[in-house]
Each structure stands twice: as structure tokens, then as C-alpha cells.
């Protein structure tokens, strides 16, 4: 579908809707200009959906619940950080492991024909 109103003008989206009771839940974009961050996401909504709150097991309307928002830019900043520094490490292991090779390499040669314990 292509919204032609509101906040979702000129987007492409799919409808999510319940296969019990038929009521629209959301939608999925899969073009949006100004909402290009919501591509490809589930995007609910809260007046049409009912929740269960598992500490205190009651049944209470989505829009009453508060969800925090969760930035993900700042996670993928966080992953990033991690992922640099872990490639870091996996090159230092690699340089270390080639001077070790390299050691072992000259070692055996230099020790070729001579018998076990020998020294110059």
C-alpha cells in the first residue's frame, strides 16, 4: 500500500493485521523518505494492542504501558567500539603468532645435524 495522508505520506508499507479478529496492528515500511530509520521494523499500534505484564500477571492496554526508548545508534556506536577493539587484539595475536613461527623456523635451522642438548 502507499499512504497518500498524514505522517506516512508517500510510503510504501504493508498492513499488520490480526489473523483473529482482523484489526490492523501496525504496519511494515518498506519506502519511506522522512521515516527511512523505521524501515523494514514492526511498528505496532499501542490503542490496539493488550499486554501481560509478567510481574504482576495482569492484562492491561498497550498505550497504558511505558516503554523506554532505546537509542540504536548509540548501540551500534557501542558495537563498533567493541568490534574495534577485538580486531585489534586478533591483529596483535597474528603478529605475535608469525614472530613465534618465525622464531621456531630460524631455531630449527640453525639446530639442523646437531644432537639433542648441544650448544655452541
Known sequence: MVCVEGDLIGCTYNTLRCQSCQLDMGFVLYSAKSLAYLRGLFCLFK???????????ATVEASKVTCPVVSLKEHVAKLKKSLVQVHMRIELLIKKLEEFNQRRITCEESCKGRPYGYTD
Open 47 to 57: 490503542d490496539k494492542i493488550t499486554c501481560y505484564l509478567l510481574q504482576t500477571t
